[in-house]
């Protein structure tokens, strides 16, 4: 089957690294280059840089909507089926209907829950217990198309959303394997999903990445994973903004009356204790406004704590 793979995150660059040695990926479609990071120096999506170590040509439209040079292309390159995993743009019906087979998408959720750009995020952030991949036939709406394959997984409680997301990519490319075999010879329909069910996850905003404290603790705890290794949940200590990457949480009932986000106990072993309304955050790593991250122990020590001192909304 010849191939035209479209996506542009590490999540996608691992599945066309797995899948790669298998199929006959013909052409690459990934996103522009874009500057990136605090010398806003131009870099290739994690895609790119894989396909040009293996020789596979690379396209990067700026648009694909009523681009008629780009629609050319991919007709010429005469494509049997597009594999499309986290590629960040609607490909339009036209591009779709060019391979007999179709668009294939690779989606990390347990479709139709968590349709949209952030199904990984948005399921840990519910403090989901598992999510998955779904394969499915790419029609005009967003994630809509009928189901071809699910495979579950748990989601561990020291899951965050890199460590998920490179899980969800493996099974993806594991499933993906499996699937286009059947689909070519014939022996695999999709399945329409029930729109009744249907959830969606679009990107988080800025407002999500900031800590209420006043929120249960699981809540919380489930947001920082949902933000680690980036952007991190925020939160702000003596008037700066401080990010928090990874927590622990423990239930506990409190006696006396403290204010929600007040530090209460200081352990070298478990970490910076945070009140919560119904137990104490274990703080593990953080990093402050203009450092790097660091160790609760190393916190701690830079930064001399107080019984009683609180992390603030705003």
Not at 24 to 50: E, L, Y
Not at 114 to 131: D, F, L, S, V
Request: glycine share 8%; net charge positive; charged share 25%.
């Amino acid at each position: 089957m010849r191939i035209i793979y479209f996506g542009t995150p590490e999540f996608s660059r691992i599945i066309l690294e797995r899948i790669a040695p298998y199929l006959n990926i013909i052409a690459v479609v990934t996103q522009p280059d874009k500057p990136k990071g605090r010398g806003k120096r131009v870099m290739c999506s994690p895609v790119k840089d894989f396909a040009i170590s293996k020789g596979i040509p690379v396209y990067q439209p700026e648009k694909l909507k009523g681009n008629k040079e780009f629609f050319e292309i991919i007709r010429s390159l005469n494509p049997e089926a597009l594999v499309v995993a986290s590629y960040g743009k609607i490909i339009p019906e036209d591009i779709l209907n060019i391979p007999p087979y179709g668009g294939i998408n690779v989606h990390a959720s347990v479709l139709p829950k968590y349709r949209g750009a952030a199904p990984i995020e948005r399921a840990i952030m519910n403090c989901e217990k598992e999510t998955g991949v779904s394969i499915m036939k790419m029609e005009r709406g967003l994630d809509t198309g009928p189901v071809y394959a699910i495979r579950k997984i748990p989601i561990l409680p020291d899951d965050n959303r890199g460590t998920l997301s490179i899980k969800l990519a493996h099974l993806g490319a594991e499933l993906l394997l499996e699937v286009l075999p059947l689909i070519k010879d014939g022996k695999l329909s999709p399945v329409p999903q029930e729109e009744s069910l249907a959830t969606y996850a679009p990107k988080l905003s800025k407002e999500e990445e900031i800590i209420d404290w006043n929120m249960r603790g699981e809540k919380i705890w489930c947001q920082i994973r949902a933000l680690s290794p980036e952007p991190g949940a925020m939160t702000f200590f003596r008037g700066k903004i401080l990010k928090i990457f990874k927590a622990d949480f423990e239930e506990k009932i409190f006696n006396e009356e403290i204010i929600n986000g007040t530090i209460i106990e200081q352990n070298k072993k478990r970490g910076i204790g945070v009140k919560v309304n119904n137990g104490i955050l274990w703080l593990l790593e953080l990093q402050p406004e203009g450092k790097k991250r660091m160790s609760f122990l190393e916190f701690m020590n830079g930064y001399r704590l107080n019984i009683g001192e609180r992390f603030e909304n705003s």
